[in-house]
Structures are given as structure tokens and as C-alpha cells.
């Protein structure tokens, strides 16, 4: 009994296997990742960039917009590096606490990445139905409140992540079918009992998501009733334009989620495991590339200031 007791340890290490069943293609699958990587380091980096030294952009929603890029670069950074290592150098090893803290990041900020969009539809709420007091409601104050208060959430609700997978005993060993720890991928090598896991981590999702896409949901139920009471047509227009690209940023975020939430809870094998972790992947960088990317073609003011830049004649604060 001494030496069964012994044999559920804490591993020193899990490793990595990359995309089963596409071992032999990780090379190719490398570029399109690494190029959308990129893409997302450098446009949400111009975008912090533009917001911090460009005053016309010093306002409530890019604020927001800041917000939702410094997210994303710790949520794409935080899983696409230790991807293309596997890919390209086949460093697969990943020791137990960091993998803890991988976990962590990448849920926290997923989680921050909807809540940030929650905040971004009621501020389009504010602008659109509340336009006289959108600078009086919606002050810096606030806006650094509901930021931290958004950030407090996602950590409050997945440290329990972490102490919930340091508890397992694990016996079942140290592989695993993924290019980044995931919680339920990492609770699985585990010989122990997981339902306390996978029930934590259905109610964090429902409480995160559920509660983000209500508040969504009912702003843009009351953008649309008051936009549609506008009696100009070009004004109704207008004032749909401003939600264009958070509407894109919403199904860039919201559409690979999904797909991974209900596939793993109701696609049961006919969706193969390969697919599994391209969506995964895919959810944590799909937005990160194409926020600021839709960002910069759909809003004006971003538009002219990216112009004014090119064009060498730049209005911008210079470094103290």
C-alpha cells in the first residue's frame, strides 16, 4: 500500500505533444500561427501606441479599446510562444508550476477579454442612448474602476483553478494532447476525482460568459430600440456605424468559444481531437489578430491618425 501510495505524485513536469494526429505537419501549421502572431503583437502594440500619445483618441472608448489590446497580447503571448517551441524545436516540456501559471493566465484573460467587451457595449450604450452625459457617466474614474473590477473578477474566480489541479494525484502520466495547459486537459492525467473540476469550471464559464453576453445582449436591445426611434435615416446610420467593429470583435471572440464549449460537451467523437486544439488555439488568437485590425479599418479617428503617421506628418505627443 506504501509503494501505490507513492506512485500518485505530483509530476515534476507535463509535456506538451503539440496537435495529435498532425505531428508530422506542426512545420506548416507553425507559419499560419506565428504570422497571425505577429500581426496581433504589432497591431495591438500600434494601437496602445496611437491611444497613449494621440489626444483625439483620449476618450471612454479607447480607454476600453486600450483595454481590450493589453488583454490580448497577455492572452496570445501567454500560449503562442510555447506553441511555435514545440513546432519548431520540439521543446515540449513544461514543468508543473509553470504549467499552473500558464493555466491561470490564460484563463484569467480570457475571461478578461469577455468582460472587457461587456464593458465596451455598455459604453456604446452610454454614447448612443445617453450622448449629453457620456462624458459625465462614464468619467476615468469609472472606466479604471469597472477595468480593475473586470480584472479582479477573472482572477477571484480561476485562482481556484489552481489550487483545484495541485490537489490531484496524478498516475496516468505526464503527456498531454495540447499546445498549452488547459485546465480539464491537465485534470484529466489525473487517477483522482475530477467532477469537483469539471463542475467549477461550468459554473466559472456560466458565470464569466453567462452574465458577459446578458449585459451584451440587453445593450444592444436598447442601442437598437433607440436607434431605430432616430427619424433620420443617415442619423441612424451613424450611430450604428460607431458598433460595427465591436459587433466584429464580439464574433471574432464569442464564435470559437462556442465551438469549443459545445463540441467538447456534445460532439462527443465526431469531431476529432485535432480539431479540438486548432479551435482552442484559434480562440485565443483569432481575436488578438483581428480586434485591432477591424479597429483600424472600421474607426475613422484610429484611420487618420495611422494616415497622418505614414504620411509623415504626425501630431502626436513627443517622449518626455
Given at each position: 500500500?506504501?509503494?501505490?501510495?507513492?506512485t500518485?505524485?505530483?509530476?515534476?513536469?507535463?509535456?506538451?505533444?503539440?496537435?495529435?494526429?498532425?505531428?508530422?505537419?506542426?512545420?506548416?501549421?507553425?507559419?499560419?500561427?506565428?504570422?497571425?502572431?505577429?500581426?496581433?503583437?504589432?497591431?495591438?502594440?500600434g494601437?496602445?501606441?496611437?491611444i497613449?500619445?494621440?489626444?483625439?483618441?483620449?476618450?471612454?472608448?479607447?480607454?476600453?479599446?486600450?483595454?481590450?489590446?493589453?488583454?490580448?497580447?497577455?492572452?496570445?503571448?501567454?500560449?503562442?510562444?510555447?506553441?511555435?517551441?514545440?513546432?519548431?524545436?520540439?521543446?515540449?516540456?513544461?514543468?508543473?508550476?509553470e504549467?499552473?501559471?500558464?493555466?491561470?493566465?490564460?484563463?484569467?484573460?480570457?475571461?478578461?477579454?469577455?468582460?472587457?467587451?461587456?464593458?465596451?457595449?455598455?459604453?456604446?450604450?452610454?454614447?448612443?442612448?445617453?450622448?449629453?452625459?457620456?462624458?459625465?457617466?462614464?468619467?476615468n474614474?469609472?472606466?479604471?474602476?469597472?477595468?480593475?473590477t473586470?480584472?479582479?473578477?477573472?482572477?477571484?474566480?480561476?485562482?481556484?483553478?489552481?489550487?483545484?489541479?495541485?490537489?490531484?494525484?496524478?498516475?496516468?502520466?505526464?503527456?498531454?494532447?495540447?499546445?498549452?495547459?488547459?485546465?480539464?486537459?491537465?485534470?484529466?492525467?489525473?487517477?483522482?476525482?475530477?467532477?469537483?473540476?469539471?463542475?467549477?469550471?461550468?459554473?466559472?464559464?456560466?458565470?464569466?460568459?453567462?452574465?458577459?453576453i446578458?449585459?451584451?445582449?440587453?445593450?444592444?436591445?436598447?442601442?437598437?430600440?433607440?436607434?431605430?426611434?432616430?427619424?433620420?435615416?443617415?442619423?441612424?446610420?451613424?450611430?450604428?456605424?460607431?458598433?460595427?467593429?465591436?459587433?466584429?470583435?464580439?464574433?471574432?471572440?464569442?464564435?470559437?468559444?462556442?465551438?469549443?464549449?459545445?463540441?467538447?460537451r456534445?460532439?462527443?467523437?465526431?469531431?476529432?481531437?485535432?480539431?479540438?486544439?486548432?479551435?482552442?488555439?484559434?480562440?485565443v488568437?483569432?481575436?488578438?489578430?483581428?480586434?485591432?485590425?477591424?479597429?483600424?479599418?472600421?474607426t475613422?479617428?484610429?484611420?487618420?491618425?495611422?494616415?497622418?503617421?505614414?504620411?509623415?506628418?504626425?501630431?502626436?505627443?513627443?517622449?518626455?
Amino acid at each position: 500500500m506504501l509503494i501505490l501510495n507513492k506512485t500518485y505524485q505530483t509530476p515534476a513536469s507535463f509535456i506538451l505533444n503539440g496537435i495529435p494526429g498532425l505531428e508530422d505537419m506542426h512545420g506548416w501549421i507553425s507559419f499560419p500561427f506565428c504570422s497571425m502572431y505577429v500581426v496581433a503583437v504589432v497591431g495591438n502594440c500600434g494601437l496602445l501606441y496611437l491611444i497613449r500619445y494621440e489626444d483625439s483618441l483620449h476618450r471612454p472608448m479607447y480607454y476600453f479599446l486600450a483595454m481590450l489590446s493589453l488583454t490580448d497580447l497577455v492572452m496570445c503571448s501567454s500560449t503562442i510562444p510555447k506553441a511555435l517551441c514545440i513546432f519548431w524545436f520540439n521543446l515540449k516540456d513544461i514543468g508543473f508550476d509553470e504549467c499552473l501559471v500558464q493555466m491561470f493566465f490564460i484563463h484569467t484573460f480570457t475571461g478578461m477579454e469577455s468582460g472587457v467587451l461587456m464593458l465596451m457595449a455598455l459604453d456604446r450604450y452610454v454614447a448612443i442612448c445617453y450622448p449629453l452625459r457620456y462624458s459625465v457617466i462614464l468619467t476615468n474614474a469609472v472606466i479604471a474602476n469597472v477595468g480593475l473590477t473586470t480584472l479582479l473578477r477573472g482572477v477571484l474566480l480561476i485562482i481556484p483553478f489552481t489550487f483545484l489541479t495541485k490537489r490531484l494525484p496524478y498516475c496516468r502520466g505526464n503527456v498531454i494532447p495540447h499546445t498549452y495547459c488547459d485546465h480539464m486537459s491537465v485534470a484529466k492525467l489525473s487517477c483522482g476525482n475530477v467532477k469537483v473540476n469539471a463542475i467549477y469550471g461550468l459554473m466559472v464559464a456560466l458565470l464569466i460568459g453567462g452574465f458577459d453576453i446578458l449585459c451584451i445582449t440587453v445593450s444592444y436591445t436598447m442601442i437598437l430600440r433607440a436607434v431605430v426611434s432616430l427619424s433620420s435615416a443617415d442619423a441612424r446610420q451613424k450611430a450604428f456605424s460607431t458598433c460595427t467593429a465591436h459587433i466584429c470583435a464580439i464574433v471574432f471572440s464569442y464564435s470559437p468559444a462556442f465551438f469549443s464549449f459545445f463540441s467538447h460537451r456534445f460532439g462527443g467523437h465526431t469531431i476529432s481531437p485535432s480539431c479540438h486544439i486548432i479551435m482552442a488555439n484559434i480562440y485565443v488568437l483569432l481575436p488578438p489578430t483581428m480586434n485591432p485590425v477591424v479597429y483600424g479599418v472600421k474607426t475613422k479617428q484610429i484611420r487618420d491618425c495611422v494616415m497622418r503617421i505614414l504620411s509623415g506628418s504626425k501630431d502626436t505627443k513627443s517622449h518626455n
